[in-house]
């Protein structure tokens, strides 16, 4: 494996290679490993700090500790975060990315109800997956164009990463295997899926499309499908714009 990081460029990646690059294992010995390491335990610190800063202030804190980690340190130089209380055109809305002027908006208090700080820093997880998706693919390049934004932009390849870091995220300290996934619908009367059989199925959809072009494969909408709005709760964020 190259010590070389994978820098992404502006529309210029297929999603599969976004992907893959974060959830590659770096070699210890590489700058991408140092960064990451530095920016676990600087997270984790912050969670587990008893004295905290403003909300607004630890969403800034922790995207910039998230991006290292996850994302090369790609979003926060081309991507604001703007934390407000309540979306006045959707007031139940709890999060959104605007691709056309890399903005991300968290909104605290959606519908008057305090939200609690594990649901909100998912929230940011969320759009962060949306703008690293929506900045740096290039729709031609995709092996299932229609993935990229399906159920508004939460298709499979979104809905892989971000259940795939979430659980990386989890996984950095016991205090954060409860952290939050996902809000349940409330239009859904089912009972919520269990998210490691999910998980499996997302990655199955995933590998599928990998395979695509050698074995001539149908579309990835084919065999076992996951309840994307009952599993993440979609109905509370949104992405705007299509990649290219």
Known sequence: MSNTPFCPQKRSHAPEELISAVMAVPPKTSLRHAAQDAAKKAFVALYLQPTKPSTELLLVKYMAFLDPFFFFESLCQDVSLHVSQEDPLKPGRHGVFFSSRGEIRIFLNPKGGRRKLDDVLSTLIHE????????????????????????????????????????????????????????????????????????????????????????GAGGAGDGDEVDIERLFGVEHCSAHEEPY
């Open 128 to 215: 962060m997956v949306h703008a690293y998706l929506l900045i740096f693919s290039k729709k031609s390049l995709a092996k299932s164009p229609g993935e990229l934004y399906a159920h508004d932009c939460h298709g499979v390849y979104w809905s892989g990463l971000f259940l795939s870091i979430v659980n990386v995220v989890r996984s950095w300290h016991p205090k954060l295997n409860t952290f939050v996934t996902r809000v349940k619908s409330k239009s859904s009367q089912k009972a919520e899926p269990n998210e490691k059989e999910s998980l499996g199925l997302l990655t199955k959809k995933l590998t599928k499309l990998s395979l695509e072009e050698d074995n």
